[in-house]
């Protein structure tokens, strides 16, 4: 079955700990993205990448770093200085300019 | 402002009611799309359209490209329809989606 996973489900973690988001794709898509999702508001993107080993800043890219090593991973590490970190992450993916799929998302809670 | 509005924010409805959910948006667009999120958190594409109209099932998507504005409509709605619906347009000339907050659709039996 072709789709898009991410691990943990959800997330715990204490402040000013790193943390380190899993996305994982095998529907060949060469663009990826991470979005994040706070109550009453529309999905932000942190960032993107839509090839190996390039990357692109989002909107709210401030406090988190990825990586794109290979073609079907594109982990996300929230680092100690993002200030609000707890929220509903998505991952996504897309070939082109087709429409996007998204991952089940994870939900970090930093205590 | 924020460049994709939906209303309303929240709908409940009766089992078998027709619903209209409504976005707007403010910049040019090559494509809207109608996404639908469960409470999990995972989201489904419903649509994907650049004009005109498309239908599946008992869903209904329609934009005016002149107006600025999309609706999707449900038929004979039930309580498997509960859910977050999102409109979300990709920005024209580059890979860049925009997404509206949101309509929470609860349909009681």
């Known amino acids: 079955d072709g789709g898009i996973t991410q691990s943990p489900k959800y997330l715990f973690r204490k402040e000013g700990q790193n943390v380190t988001l899993s996305c994982e794709q095998n529907l060949n898509h060469d663009a990826m993205y991470w979005y994040r999702q706070d109550p009453g508001q529309g999905l932000r993107l942190i960032y993107y990448?839509?090839?190996?080993?390039?990357?692109q800043k989002g909107d709210i890219a401030e406090g988190y770093s990825v990586s794109r090593e290979k073609k079907e991973s594109f982990p996300l590490t929230v680092t100690s200085a993002q200030k609000n970190p707890t929220a509903f992450y998505l991952c996504?993916?897309?070939?082109?300019?087709?429409?996007?799929?998204f991952g089940p998302g994870t939900r970090l809670t930093v205590l | 402002k924020n460049e994709v509005e939906q209303s309303p924010q929240n709908l409940t409805a009766q089992e078998g009611e027709f619903i209209t959910i409504n976005c707007s948006y403010s910049v040019g667009i090559s494509a809207l799309h109608w996404l639908q999120q469960h409470p999990g958190g995972g989201i489904v594409s419903l649509f994907m359209?650049?004009?005109g109209k498309k239908k599946h099932g008992r869903l209904i998507a329609t934009i005016n490209i002149q107006e600025k504005h999309s609706s999707l409509h449900i038929t004979a709605s039930h309580p498997r329809d509960s859910a977050v619906y999102i409109c979300a347009v990709k920005r024209s000339n580059n890979n860049d989606m925009r997404f509206g907050a949101g309509t929470r659709l609860t349909v009681k039996p």
């Open positions: 990448s839509q090839i190996v080993n390039d990357f």
């Open positions: 996504a993916s897309s070939t082109g300019y087709s429409e996007q799929f």
């Open positions: 359209l650049s004009s």
